[in-house]
Every structure is written in structure tokens, then in C-alpha cells.
């Protein structure tokens, strides 16, 4: 019999590997017959692209923003989970923590205001690598960048999330090997769980 449907996280900086490995994933899952949801972080919704698409928000309104649109996201993923589809996630709360605690908010605060309106994943990963690696494989290094992706800032970012991981239970992965390798890691861990 089929295993109940399972909710996947996938996180990291930019360049990470996350959205080659979670179409991929997706293709797995199908194979054996499941049927999957692909989503991310910020949504298309209304909420997530105010925030994407706002440069002069402060630290607080920016996570609250993207705590919002978590809120809205987390409805319709407990929604597809209960029609039966897996759901991989681009990003979910430990996006908010890593990176507005590196925009200098308490990690704590960020917790608490997620903790009402998450859900846990079943399988939590984080793609770790170094930024200037990620940089170079998203092509963005000495271009014109947006405010996340400047090299200090990931640097934080990356510190940040690593911590977040031991303290919330997400699985590091060494994301600078070749996508392959990772995938196979991602997969093991699926497969303990299906
Ligand atoms: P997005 O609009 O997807 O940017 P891109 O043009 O790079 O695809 O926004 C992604 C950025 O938003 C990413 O660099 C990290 C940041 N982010 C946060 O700071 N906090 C969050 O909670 C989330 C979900 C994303």
C-alpha cells in the first residue's frame, strides 16, 4: 500500500542546488506512482510578491511579511497534502529565520511568530555551501545583485542556517558536490520515510 503523503523542505542560499534537486525529486516520486505538488517561497500570491518585490521594508515588516504569506501557503499545502499529494517546498520557515536573523532580528522571535502558522516537514533538508560557491554557479558574482545576495550577507546567512539546523532538526547536506551525489543522499532519506 502506498505510504501517506509526505511534506518535503528543501532550503539553502541561492545556488544551492535546491531547484534542480527538487524537479528531480519530483520525477522520483512520480515514477513510483505518487502524485506531487511542487511549491515555494515567497508564493505568487499576493503577500509573497509584495514582499519580493518591495527594496524599502524594514527587517521586522519584511518577516512578518513573509510570515504572512507562510500562513496563506501553509493552508494550501496541508490542503494538496490531504488530496493525497506529496508537496516539495522550495523554502518554508527556516528561510525566515536564516535570513532576517541575518538582516540582525532574534532568532527567537522569528520562531515564535513561525511556530503558529507551520507545519513540520517529514523530510528537511539543508543544501549547504559555501557562498562564493553558490555565487559563482547562479552567475552573480561582481554583477548588480539584490539585497540577499551579497557575499557578507550570505556568509551570515549560511552561519545562520547551520544553526537553525541543529536547532531545529534539519538534515545538512554537503551541497558542493556534484548534483547527482546530493540527489542520492535526498533520496535515501525519502525513501526511509515513504
Ligand atoms: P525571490 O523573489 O524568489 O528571489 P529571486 O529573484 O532570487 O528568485 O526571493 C527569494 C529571496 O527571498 C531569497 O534570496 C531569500 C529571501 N527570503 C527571505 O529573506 N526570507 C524568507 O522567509 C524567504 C521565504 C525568502
Known amino acids: 500500500m ?3 503523503p509526505i511534506f518535503i523542505v528543501l532550503e539553502g542560499i541561492d545556488g544551492s542546488g535546491k531547484t534542480t534537486a527538487i524537479s528531480k525529486i519530483g520525477e522520483y516520486l512520480e515514477s513510483l506512482g505518487r502524485k506531487v505538488m511542487i511549491t515555494m517561497e515567497p508564493t505568487k500570491g ?3 510578491k509584495l ?3 518591495t527594496d ?3 527587517p521586522e ?3 512578518l511579511l513573509f510570515t504572512a504569506d507562510r500562513a496563506c501557503h501553509t493552508k494550501e499545502i496541508s490542503e494538496c497534502l490531504e488530496a493525497g499529494y506529496d508537496v516539495i517546498c522550495d523554502r518554508y520557515f527556516a528561510s525566515t529565520l536564516a535570513y532576517q536573523s541575518a538582516s540582525g532580528l532574534d532568532r527567537d522571535w522569528l520562531y515564535s511568530i513561525n511556530s503558529k502558522v507551520i507545519r513540520e516537514p517529514d523530510v528537511h533538508i539543508l543544501l549547504d555551501v559555501d557562498p562564493e560557491i553558490s555565487l559563482t554557479r547562479v552567475g552573480k558574482r561582481g554583477e548588480k545583485v539584490s539585497r540577499f545576495e551579497k557575499l557578507d ?3 551570515k546567512v549560511r552561519d545562520s542556517y547551520l544553526g537553525i539546523a541543529k536547532a531545529y532538526g ?3 547536506l554537503d551541497a558542493s558536490r556534484n548534483e547527482d551525489d546530493v540527489l542520492m543522499d535526498i533520496i535515501g ?3 526511509r520515510r515513504i
Request: net charge negative; hydrophobic share 50%.
Open 153 to 155: 550577507y550570505l556568509r
Open 46 to 48: 499576493a503577500i509573497g
Open 170 to 172: 534539519l538534515t545538512v
Open 51 to 53: 514582499v519580493a518585490e
Open 56 to 58: 524599502d521594508l524594514t
Open 2 to 4: 502506498m505510504s501517506s
Open 61 to 63: 515588516s519584511e518577516a
Open 189 to 191: 532519506m525519502i525513501d
